[in-house]
């Protein structure tokens, strides 16, 4: 089965805090995904990594980076976290050329910001 | 502007009834339009994939549809059951300057009642 793991359920953070969020997947796919979910708004894109060292803007990417050095990992990065980013945050994985394009979620990091 | 709706009030219904959830887009045209099914707390997981080509897809009780005209597509569960209650989401899938982008929905929580 395909894991997509999540370094931190829950996280509490202060305004101004540089945050990370890690995800790390165990099938070696190339596509991965950062998205935060809120109320009424649903999931929105963050960025998406396509392979090592590639990034490309979601939706909404401003406030946020992203790292990709390795196939596996792929880090989210709040340089100085807000409270309009206390969200939950869901990273993704997906192999390319399969039949279904079928993402592969992790469970979540829920970070409130102070 | 793009769009994605989905029925922002709870479903309601009886055990052994069959649920239809509807989902509503403008301002794309998605190669494909995926379901997953989200429960409280946990990663969305992934369900169904229906391409643009394609009228109605199965899979167990599962069925969806997909209408590229009125640009819309349901998500019928048949013969539910309480274990079925979740928030369900429709994603579509769309080419975004050489890239294969996923947006998603808000999600359409269902209760099925005993």
């Known amino acids: 089965d395909v894991k997509v793991t999540q370094s931190s359920r829950y996280l509490v953070k202060r305004t101004g805090e540089k945050v990370f969020l890690e995800c790390v997947q165990d099938m070696d796919h190339e596509n991965m995904f950062w998205y935060r979910q809120d109320p009424g708004l649903g999931l929105r894109l963050i960025y998406f990594?396509?392979?090592?060292?590639?990034?490309e803007k979601g939706d909404i990417p401003e406030g946020y980076s992203v790292s990709r050095e390795k196939k596996e990992r792929f880090s989210l990065i709040l340089e100085s976290a807000s409270t309009n980013q206390t969200s939950m945050y869901l990273c993704a994985s997906r192999l390319t050329g399969t039949d279904t394009g079928e993402l592969f979620f992790g469970e979540g990091s829920r970070l409130t910001v102070l | 502007s793009q769009k994605i709706e989905q029925n922002s009030e709870a479903l309601n219904i009886q055990e052994g009834k069959t649920a239809t959830l509807t989902c509503n887009y403008t301002n794309y045209s998605p190669a494909y339009l995926q379901w997953y099914r989200q429960d409280p707390g946990r990663g969305p997981v992934f369900l169904l994939l229906i391409r643009e080509n394609e009228k109605e897809k199965r899979k167990e009780r599962l069925k969806v549809t997909f209408d590229t005209t009125l640009k819309q597509s349901l998500f019928h569960i048949t013969a539910s059951q309480p274990a079925d209650s979740a928030t369900y989401l429709c994603a579509l899938g769309a080419n975004s300057g050489g890239y294969q982008k996923v947006t998603f929905g808000t999600g359409t929580k269902l209760q099925v009642i005993p």
């Open positions: 990594s396509y392979d090592v060292k590639m990034k």
